[in-house]
């Protein structure tokens, strides 16, 4: 009877263990997906010269993709604007912008989701 009971605890750890870690290496790709994103947008914004139209695409994207995102823009007056939304209108001085990409960090075995932030900056 004891063998019966070790046999199914053996199994009960093992599909744990299974179970875990695929939702941890499926979390993983989640966060590689959202780094190469952030990556992306920044290259975007560098390679536009920080156009309003590129910023204003950019954020609508990221709210498709399911990201959540911040641009901070920066003046070379020292001047700073934030835009969460799609309403960049004149961003002709602009030499520098911060991106804050917040996305969903899931482990779906746990149900447990929370929200991660990577950050980048466009120069």
Sequence with gaps: MSQV???FMGVFFILLVLFLGTGIVSAQIDVSH???YKSDLVAELE???YSAQVINGCIAQAAEQGYGISIKTFTEGGGTKVYTTP???DTTDVVMAEVVLTYPYRIGFL???TEHQVRGYAR
């Design 111 to 113: 149900n447990s989701v």
């Design 47 to 49: 390679n536009s010269n």
């Design 34 to 36: 959202a780094l190469d």
């Design 5 to 7: 009971f070790k046999s």
């Design 87 to 89: 309403s960049a209108s």
